[in-house]
């Protein structure tokens, strides 16, 4: 199953756009602050990620400055925007974001632009270098 991290500090939205997801075949993992999203790149490494930018302890803007920072692959792991943010799609295209989403959206909107950049019926490749249980993290 491809992997998804979602990085979205509201509940509401979080649980609807997780469980949406991993029906349509997704393995997706929540973080609810940029600061989580940074911890679970450094044990578990997704195909593409879903990131709103207001957010407390680490905003998008930050989290996407700290991603680039981490070793390897990791590094560079595409980013979708999600935000209810003025000017979302100026700033996804400032942090190189492949896709922008503006807050509210219709979670068919979600779905279509993932499977443009992640194909749920591909498996992802392994990772050797994250190789420990997702408990781990």
Known sequence: MPRILLVEDEDTIGTIVSDTLTLEGYDVRRAKNGGEGIDFLRCWVPRLILLDLMMPV??????????????????????????????????????GAVAALSKPFDLAEVTGALARWVHPGRPDPEWPRFQQPWSSC
């Open 58 to 95: 680490m905003d998008g803007s930050t989290f996407r400055t700290e991603q680039r920072k981490l070793a390897g692959d990791v590094a560079s792991v595409p980013l979708i925007v999600v935000s209810a943010a003025r000017k979302a799609r100026a700033r996804a295209a400032e942090l």
